[in-house]
């Protein structure tokens, strides 16, 4: 198995492609960013976080409140406006990069393919086509000695076959 290096140029970005690739990605994204933001807000309810984080403010005469339902409201709001933003730039980073990879040939890579040694198998020789007759053909002969069979391949031991299929020689009436 060898290893040959092959430069490659991508001239070209499809903004559909990029657009919905973008948007499932983000959208995933978004949903763990979510999801993380509610098990930690959990925990910390948990922990007594929030109401130490009051306690703290009611020190210095400032007043918070900590409204979970609220956060988790503006977390989601921001999340999905972020997914639609980022869409966005994404796609218009690929019609951006189209318009200069016209002007200056695109990006150059060099990527390693491995090539893999196949055994070249010996194809069979094509035989002309032998035309059998058909039975009002063979009616219509008069002299029975136009007539040719093919021998019928014989089932030999695949281990050892004494001859290839198609080197086999066909048998011939042979005239009175």
Same mark, same amino acid.
């Given at each position: 198995?060898?290893? =040959? =290096? ?9 903004? #559909?492609?990029?657009?919905?690739? +973008?948007?499932?990605? %983000? ?10 933001? #509610?098990?930690? #807000? ?12 009051? &306690?703290?403010?009611? %020190?210095?005469?400032?007043?918070? %409140?900590?409204?979970?339902?609220? !956060? ?7 999340? $999905? ?16 990069? %189209? ?13 390693? @393919? &491995?090539? !893999? ?19 009002? @053909? ?6 029975? +000695?136009? $007539?040719?069979? $093919?021998? @019928?391949?014989?089932?030999? +031991? ?5 001859? &290839?299929? #198609? ?10």
């Amino acid at each position: 198995m060898g290893v =040959r =290096r092959v430069r490659r140029v991508i001239r070209k970005i499809d903004p #559909w492609t990029v657009l919905k690739v +973008s948007l499932i990605f %983000n959208a995933i994204a978004g949903l763990v960013i979510v999801l993380g933001v #509610w098990v930690m #807000w959990s925990l910390a309810i948990q922990r007594g976080i929030p109401d130490q984080i009051t &306690e703290f403010f009611a %020190n210095f005469a400032l007043v918070f %409140n900590a409204e979970g339902e609220l !956060y988790f409201r503006v977390i989601v709001l921001l999340t $999905v406006i972020s997914v639609i933003v980022l869409t966005g730039l994404m796609t218009l980073g690929a019609l951006i990069y %189209n318009l200069i990879s016209d002007l200056v040939g695109g990006i150059e890579i060099i990527v390693l @393919e &491995e090539t !893999y040694l196949v055994a070249q198998t010996r194809q069979a020789p094509v035989r002309p086509a032998v035309h059998m007759p058909t039975t009002d @053909e063979v009616d219509t002969v008069r002299d029975e +000695s136009l $007539v040719r069979e $093919v021998a @019928e391949p014989t089932t030999e +031991s695949p281990e050892a076959p004494d001859v &290839e299929p #198609w080197r086999r020689p066909r048998t011939v009436c042979p005239r009175p």
